[in-house]
């Protein structure tokens, strides 16, 4: 594999499921990137972390929880979400301290929340 | 605050023909400018990137955008576009020091007509 990866791909939910989307970076980047993609909207930034550190958290809602355990695997835990939750959610990595400041993109996990 | 502007939700395009999208930003610090593609069901690829230096930067896929700095403008344009290039395009602005944060615009979906 190279570059990020996501699984799954598609992902289908009730409001009272538990489940976890997955991102992998195969690019030995240092920083990692939660966003949310809504039709109609910018890409939201959701989470970033910093060497397996949270250095930023958007004011995203509790029943989002993300974790690092390391610099090339980052989740994002999802229990009770609401129907305005289903969007596209994104995955990206970039160096810590880029010279160029570019971010690598997985392909997505498509959420659909019942 | 940095904000990313793209006025034109939806461009369609005769197959040959030239395109440009255009991008407005506006920031109070020094910025890059990216422009990201996203085709369907996949994330986002860049296709370039203006750090410094000449402002006529040139990208993959026969793309090209100038930065304007008295008009805090980033277009992108082609001069003959292809059916393959049908997809949703991003403009990005990121500071270029702190956290790198990104700010996306709201995309233009580019539909190339044969």
């Known amino acids: 594999e190279t570059g990020v990866t996501q699984t799954p791909r598609h992902l289908v939910m009730g409001m009272t499921n538990k489940k976890s989307l997955k991102c992998e970076q195969h690019?030995?980047?240092?920083?990692m990137y939660w966003y949310k993609q809504s039709a109609k909207k910018p890409l939201e930034l959701m989470f970033v972390?910093?060497?397996?550190?949270?250095?930023e958290n958007n004011s995203v809602p509790s029943r989002f929880s993300p974790e690092c355990p390391n610099s090339s695997h980052l989740f994002l835990h999802l229990h009770t979400l609401q129907p305005e939750d289903s969007a596209l959610y994104l995955c990206?990595?970039?160096?810590?301290?880029?010279?160029?400041?570019?971010?690598?993109f997985g392909p997505g996990t498509r959420l659909t929340v019942l | 605050a940095q904000s990313v502007t793209q006025l034109d939700s939806q461009v369609p395009v005769f197959e040959e023909a030239p395109v440009e999208l255009r991008c407005n930003y506006s920031?109070?610090?020094?910025?890059?400018l990216f422009w990201y593609v996203q085709y369907p069901n996949q994330g986002l690829q860049l296709l370039l990137k203006?750090?410094?230096?000449?402002?006529l930067v040139k990208g993959i896929n026969g793309f090209e955008a100038e930065f304007n700095k008295s008009q805090t403008s980033f277009h992108l344009r082609k001069p003959s576009v292809h059916i393959s290039d049908t997809a949703e395009y991003f403009c990005?602005?990121?500071?270029?020091?702190?956290?790198?944060?990104?700010?996306f615009g709201t995309g233009t979906r580019l539909k190339v007509l044969a």
């Open positions: 690019l030995g980047h240092n920083a």
């Open positions: 990005a602005v990121s500071t270029t020091s702190g956290t790198y944060k990104y700010i």
């Open positions: 203006y750090l410094s230096g000449s402002t």
């Open positions: 920031s109070s610090v020094s910025v890059y």
């Open positions: 972390y910093n060497f397996k550190e949270q250095t």
């Open positions: 990206a990595s970039s160096p810590r301290r880029p010279l160029n400041n570019e971010q690598f």
